[in-house]
Structures are given as C-alpha cells and as structure tokens.
C-alpha cells in the first residue's frame, strides 16, 4: 500500500445538514479528482471526488471489490457490508457475471413497470396509515411511509414474510454500523442463518420470488451454496430498503424546505416526477463515505498512480455536484435536464435496484402531495440529527404535520 506524503483527510467529513454534503468535497475537487484520505477504520485509501473520474473508475475492470491479498486491504470501517474486500480476486468477473444472470430477471425494468400498480396500493395503505396518526402533535414520516413502503415491496419481491420485519430492521441496522465492535459482523452471520433458513423453507414450497428463483437455481450450479444465497439475499435485502428509505426521507426534506417546490410538485404530479425524482437522486447523499473499489493492477486516473491493491472510494455525492457537469450543482433543480448523475453507480456495476427505487420513489413523491396538499415541517431540517455511525447515514425522524 502507497503510503500518501501528506496527512490525509478522514472520512466521514463534517457536514452542515443532511441536505448538503461535507464543504470540504469541493476543497478537495479543486485540489484534484483523486485525493489521499483516511477511512473511519484508520486506513489508506484513494478519494474520487470528480465526475468524470468516477464514472471511469466505475467502469474500469482494473478495479473491483475483490483485493489479491484480502489481509492486506485497507478496510472503511466496522460495518458488515461495502467495508472490506469481497468475492475471489481471480473470479471476480465471473462470479459478478453470473449473480447479474440470476438477479436481472427479478429487477428488470418491465418487472418494475408490472409491479408499479401493486406499489401504489402499498404507498396508499402507508399513507391511509399516517393520516389516521396524525392529530394535533406532529407525525414521524421516516415511521409511518419512508421505512415500512420499501420494506413491504423488497419483502413481496425477495418472498420474505412480512411478519419478519422487526427482526430484519433489527439485524439492518446492527450490519450497518460504522463502529460496531464486531457486532455487526455477528448480525451478518445471524442474517445469513435466516435467509438460509427461509431458502430451505422455499424449496418445498417454492413462490413467485427472487429467494426461489435464487434456490431453483442452486440445482444447475452446485457451487451457488447456501452460504452464497443467505449473504446474497441478505444484502439485498438490506440495499433494498435501506437506501430506498433514506431517499423518501431526504426527498421530502428537499421538496419541504421550500414549499414551492412542493406546490409545483403538487400541481402537476404526473408532469413532473419523473425530473423530481431524479433531482432527488442527484441531490440526496445520505452516507457519508463512498463505495469502495480496489486496484487489481497498478492504474492511473487523473494524472494520479493508484498501485495494485490500493483502496478506492468513489463519492457519487460529491461527483453529482461536480460543476463541470451540473450548472449550480448545490442547488436543487426539479426541472434539471439532462441529468445524468451517477447515483446508482455506471457501467458494469450500474446497481440492479435502480429500476426498482425509481417505481416506488415515483409513486410516493407522485402521489404524497396529493393526499397531502399541505404537508409542511414540524422542525427545521437543520435541527434533524445525521445518522453518522450508519453506513447509510440518513435521519431516523421526519417530522411533519398537515
């Protein structure tokens, strides 16, 4: 590992709010595209700070999440996924190409359009939910719609019982701490057991869901084991609600921080969440890190030399307000075009949820308003508290009242 020569930054930077990302991105943008910085567990890494690099790195197959020497990598932090290197470094391709055959059937993009109308009932019945909790004191909109929608829709999908939802909230967040003590490794183990224990339960009563397709499966390639299912599913299970929850959250707080873009949401849902919701995207930047890489071979990058096994973390948030892209990139822009932010990552790595978290943002914020013409704030967004020890960072209260 290349030691940098000056002191590096540590990650997570200090940030105002949860709307506005670290100041010191755009310091470091200025400085160059890739700058040394220290990772929350204390060790080296690359920063991407610019667009264009990011989208390079993203699709360069010198770099992957796997490391040639796994004990050697630098490692983010404590938290159970996205911290440390992951997959064999000499399959790595493969490995990546054949979990991308199983999983796009489920998530691709018609799937999402036939599930869309099922979606909507889901959000009616959340949002039936809060209006019947709302009274005279304000109502937590992370509890009653941001949390349980994307939870009710990656369960359908993924053919988890709902009835589970507690105990997999529980073991989420216990994976995703930055600084767990090793706990969060033990609620990986714990979640794994689980997605096991229900692949057994649909191989003698298979459903029309990923977790059977994944089991059907199992019986063309032996080597899919039950140990690669129960992680992979229990990842998916944790991106599938997690960032999709902290989305709904922040988008709220953008449109709610200033009511005009509430309003004109509100006048004409259908004409404009499409380019809202991508705006969200864009803007929304919930964590506080990046998502880590490592060189496989030694790669330059603007005019920086990333040696072989270096870790590299790619920050989409600072990349999507990088100015030689967006025209006033702090300032949130529903009618933004083209937008071409890279929040769900490029190329080959280009997240399989994306198509999914677009369909259940584009209900909720198409349809929120409308149930809810004067929904406003109960607390300034600046008085919220960052989730900073979570790896997926966001707010865990959105107070508001009608």
């Known amino acids: 590992m290349t030691t940098p020569v000056k002191t590096p930054d ?3 930077f200090a940030r105002p709010n949860v709307l506005d990302i670290a100041p010191l991105y755009e310091v470091l943008r200025r400085e160059g595209p890739i700058v040394p910085v220290t990772t929350p567990a204390g060790d080296p890494a690359w920063l991407v700070t610019a667009y264009d690099q990011a989208r390079q790195v993203f699709s360069d197959n010198r770099f992957g999440r796997s490391h040639p020497v ?15 290197p992951q997959g064999d470094f000499e399959n790595e391709e493969r490995e990546h190409a054949r979990l991308r055959r199983l999983l796009v059937p489920a998530f691709s993009a018609n799937r999402m359009r036939r599930l869309g109308g099922h979606i909507q009932q889901l959000a009616d019945q959340c949002m039936d939910t809060m209006a019947a909790a709302g009274g005279d004191g304000p109502v937590n909109l992370h509890e009653h719609l941001s949390f349980p ?11 988890v019982p709902y009835g589970d939802r507690e105990k997999f909230r529980d073991l989420s967040d216990r994976i995703g701490v930055l600084d767990s003590g090793g706990d969060a490794e033990v609620a990986m183990t714990e979640f794994s057991a689980y997605m096991s224990g229900l692949a057994d339960a649909k191989r003698a009563n298979p459903g029309q869901d990923v977790v059977s397709d994944l089991v059907a499966a199992q019986a063309d390639d032996p080597t899919f084991t039950d140990d690669d299912l129960g992680r992979l599913a229990a990842g ?4 599938g609600h997690e960032t999709t929850s902290n989305r709904i959250d922040l988008g709220v707080l953008f449109l709610l ?13 259908e004409g404009r969440v499409h380019a809202t919701v991508e705006e969200i995207l864009r803007m929304s930047a919930p964590g506080g890190l990046g998502l880590l890489r490592y060189a496989h071979e030694d790669a330059e990058i603007g005019g920086v030399r990333i040696p072989r096994g270096d870790a590299v973390l790619i920050s989409t948030a600072s990349a999507n307000r990088d100015p030689s892209v967006f025209a006033s990139p702090d300032e949130f822009d529903a009618e933004r075009k083209p937008n071409s932010h890279i929040a769900f990552g490029y190329g080959g790595f280009f997240c399989i949820g994306a198509s999914l978290a677009r369909t259940e943002l584009r209900v909720v914020f ?4 409308r149930r809810f013409p004067d929904l406003r704030l109960a607390v300034p967004a600046e008085e919220l508290e960052v ?3 979570r790896l997926t960072g966001g707010v865990s209260e959105v107070p508001v009242r009608w």
């Open 149 to 159: 929608l994307p939870v009710l829709v990656i369960c359908e999908l993924l053919g």
């Open 10 to 12: 540590k990650l997570p």
């Open 70 to 84: 796994p004990e050697e990598a630098s490692t983010v932090s404590d938290a159970a996924v996205l911290s440390g």
């Open 236 to 239: 998916l299970l944790f991106a």
């Open 257 to 269: 921080t200033d009511l005009a873009r509430r309003d004109a949401l509100a006048a004409d849902p």
């Open 387 to 389: 989730r900073s020890n």
């Open 366 to 369: 198409g349809s929120l308003f």
